[in-house]
């Protein structure tokens, strides 16, 4: 997923921990998997031309995201009635006198989604619940299309120069990320459960294969 998100433009990568999280991190192992998470987003930007290398950070807590995210467009994939499409949430802030958003702020869930009380969290800080259609997506294909349809709508604001940070989360063996997209320190935020990995380092066949197994 990191491999991907960095080919698509993000800018930040921010592992998500969600109640739902089954892998635990911490001390010198957290490092090292930091580490090689940033390496794969280098080796991904070296593979296909990217021009703005994402920053990995650590994990952070759901709450924690969504407090700190300072983006105009804030988004969290769910499966729930209330969910719009991305077309709608835009529409209707056009209609309420928001500006176009030249950044934004996405969190894509783990296996089994986000729980009632993190979605409520993400609510009162300010996000949109985003419908991603009447399927049900898998982490890591929830995550690239949420990145690929709200970088689509944040180039038609700014030809250059997107950013986009990228929330995915960790549960039931996925963990989740935030990516920023552009080369210039705009952001989108995407957040799902589910880590995203660019693995193109030197023998990346090998480090794709454990980063498979660790999500």
């Known amino acids: 997923i990191i491999q991907k998100a960095t080919e698509l433009g993000v800018s930040i990568i921010v592992p998500l921990l969600s109640e739902r999280t089954i892998v635990q991190l911490d001390g010198e ?9 940033q390496r794969i ?3 991904a930007c070296k ?5 703005w290398v994402p920053e990995v ?14 983006d105009p467009l804030k988004l969290i994939a769910a499966i ?3 969910a719009q ?19 934004a702020s996405l969190m894509i869930g783990p296996e089994g989604d986000f729980t009632p009380a993190e979605l409520s969290q993400a609510f009162s800080h300010g996000f949109a619940p985003l419908s991603l259609g009447p399927i049900i997506l898998r ?9 690929s349809i709200t970088g689509h709508e944040l180039r038609l604001v700014k030809t250059s120069g997107l950013g986009v940070v990228f929330a995915i989360g960790v549960g039931s063996g ?7 997209l552009a080369p210039e320190p705009k952001q989108l935020h995407i957040v799902p459960a589910g880590y995203h990995y660019n693995i193109l380092a030197e023998g990346g066949d090998d480090l794709y294969q454990e980063m498979i197994k660790f999500c």
């Not at 950070?57 to 300072?70: G, I, L, W």
């Not at 499409?85 to 950044?103: E, F, H, S, V, Y």
């Not at 982490?139 to 990145?147: D, F, K, M, N, V």
Request: with cysteine; net charge positive.
């Open 47 to 51: 593979q296909c031309g990217q021009n």
């Open 174 to 180: 996925k963990l989740i990320e935030p990516h920023r």
């Open 80 to 82: 729930s009635p209330e």
């Open 29 to 37: 192992d957290l490092g090292k998997k930091q580490q090689k998470w």
């Open 57 to 70: 950070t650590n994990p952070m807590k759901v709450e924690a995201f969504a407090r700190q995210s300072r």
């Open 85 to 103: 499409n991305l077309k709608t949430i835009l529409a209707t802030r056009g209609q309420d006198g928001a500006p176009l958003a030249a950044a």
């Open 41 to 43: 987003a280098i080796e």
């Open 139 to 147: 982490s890591e294909t929830a995550a690239i299309y949420a990145l």
